[in-house]
């Protein structure tokens, strides 16, 4: 075999062990970010909480729009791609049957989703979803996914749209809320209680989590598994 092929089959090699691993350990938060810290310690309270914020709330993208979760990472580390424009895609996937790639080269391509959505041929697919409507009339993207955030919680979680917007209100954010939502569903406590616990106690959200039993690196199987309480074997 000549050098220069064996160099393409070691390179070769080297992207599939690569692209596996990346699908099943990589999580990412606004871009290619790469968590180490993803254990609890007490020592280092803090330092898992961007991970297990990370990797439940991806894990929930992943079963709510039924899609794989190494293609939510995927898009954040290497596409770049926003939670705000990862939601509303998904959304308008859903919705139209249009592939999400797609969706997202449109959206770089065009600059905006009022104007993806307004060139789409299956536009009147949208019809009746009051959000999407307002995408298309053209709601700021930051607005549009942090109302495709809270529909997407309530949604899921089976959560009154009221109690969403009140843990809004109260300051968290939608990885935050998802977490604390799925928290409650496991301890049989009240996410006001549980909140109001962390913040009482000054407790990270790692912490938080194991001390109801959920290991940081289990939140995001536990959202895959949802409404199970517990782990399957």
């Not at 990589?26 to 290619?32: L, N, P, Q, Y």
């Not at 254990?39 to 297990?52: G, K, N, Q, R």
Request: aromatic share 6%; hydrophobic share 45%; charged share 25%.
């Amino acid at each position: 075999m000549q050098r220069s092929s064996i160099t393409r089959a070691v390179f070769l090699v080297f992207f599939l062990l690569l692209s596996g691993a990346v699908g099943q350990a990589a999580e990412s938060i606004g871009g290619c970010h790469c968590f180490r810290e993803r254990a609890f310690v007490p020592a280092e309270p803090f330092a898992a909480d961007d991970y297990i914020l990370a990797t439940s709330f991806n894990s929930l993208l992943a079963k709510a729009f039924a899609v794989s979760k190494q293609q939510i990472v995927m898009q954040k580390m290497q596409g770049g791609v926003t939670s705000d424009k990862l939601l509303i895609g998904l959304k308008i996937s859903r919705a139209t049957g249009v592939e999400l790639q797609q969706l997202l080269d449109d959206r770089k391509e065009k600059g905006s989703w009022q104007e993806v959505l307004a060139a789409l041929p299956i536009a009147g697919k949208i019809r009746g979803d009051e959000l999407l409507e307002k995408i298309r009339a053209g709601l700021p993207e930051a607005e549009a996914g942090r109302l495709a955030a809270d529909e997407l919680i309530a949604g899921f979680f089976s959560v009154p749209p009221a109690e969403v917007a009140s843990l809004r209100k109260s300051g968290l954010n939608e990885k935050e809320m998802a977490l604390l939502i799925l928290l409650a569903h496991i301890s049989g406590k009240s996410p006001e209680v549980l909140a109001a616990d962390k913040k009482q106690n000054s407790k990270s959200w790692s912490e938080t989590a194991f001390a109801l039993g959920v290991a940081p690196e289990d939140a995001g199987k536990l959202i895959l598994q949802y409404p199970d309480k517990t782990l399957s074997k």
